[in-house]
């Protein structure tokens, strides 16, 4: 199948912040996304699945099924003929930033000539600047859903921020990033 990358910097699921987290979502405007009922999960393209820890792909995997079925579509066991056909992929890249800190010092004192009288004067100043590292991981999730009949990517969607290691942030956050990127496919949710 022919897949569709977008160059776009790296994050994924395990994202930490909504604030420096991207969505970006296209789809095949001439296709009728109401017609699909099942999907078959594919699983990770490769790769990409040794990226991430067991659980981590569960998350993603559960939040992703939990969306598609709140939108009227079930997830069947891979192989048995779904409607549509779903893959994953991340990217993940080190990163390195760095923040300065400043220090100044100095002093002033009040007197005029010689001491007497009014006046401001200023005394010798000094500043130090200290640059420190800061090392994190960025990466880009992205989902490809692709018509099983005509074998063709009809909808991808991509999410890219910042990951954050702590594994309960990343439980809670998981499925709000996958909902809030599931809001760009076509197909709404049942109510």
């Known amino acids: 199948m022919k897949r569709l990358f977008f160059a776009l910097p790296v994050l994924m699921m395990i994202l930490g ?6 969505f970006h979502a296209d789809y095949d405007k001439t296709v009728d996304f109401s017609k699909y009922k099942t999907l078959e999960y594919y699983g990770w393209d490769k790769g990409s699945g040794h990226r ?3 659980f ?12 598609f079925r709140k939108r009227g579509i079930e997830i069947v066991p891979k192989g048995s003929g779904g409607d549509l056909i779903a893959s994953l ?14 220090v100044a010092t100095g002093y002033y004192g009040y007197g005029g000539f ?5 006046g401001w004067g200023w005394g010798p100043s000094m500043s130090v600047s200290t640059v420190h590292p800061v090392d994190y991981k960025v990466g880009t999730l992205i989902c490809s859903v692709y018509d099983a009949k005509e074998k063709r990517l009809i909808w991808e969607g991509i999410i890219n921020g910042t990951i954050n290691e702590d594994p309960a942030l990343r439980t809670k956050n998981i499925p709000k990033m996958v909902a809030y990127l599931m809001r760009k496919f076509p197909k709404k949710p049942v109510k």
């Open 52 to 54: 991430l820890s067991q």
């Open 89 to 102: 992929y991340i990217i993940t890249q080190d990163k390195t930033s760095y923040t300065s800190t400043t």
């Open 17 to 22: 912040s909504c604030s420096s987290t991207k």
């Open 56 to 67: 981590d792909k569960e998350r993603i995997e559960q939040a992703f099924a939990n969306e």
């Open 114 to 118: 010689y001491g007497y009288g009014p």
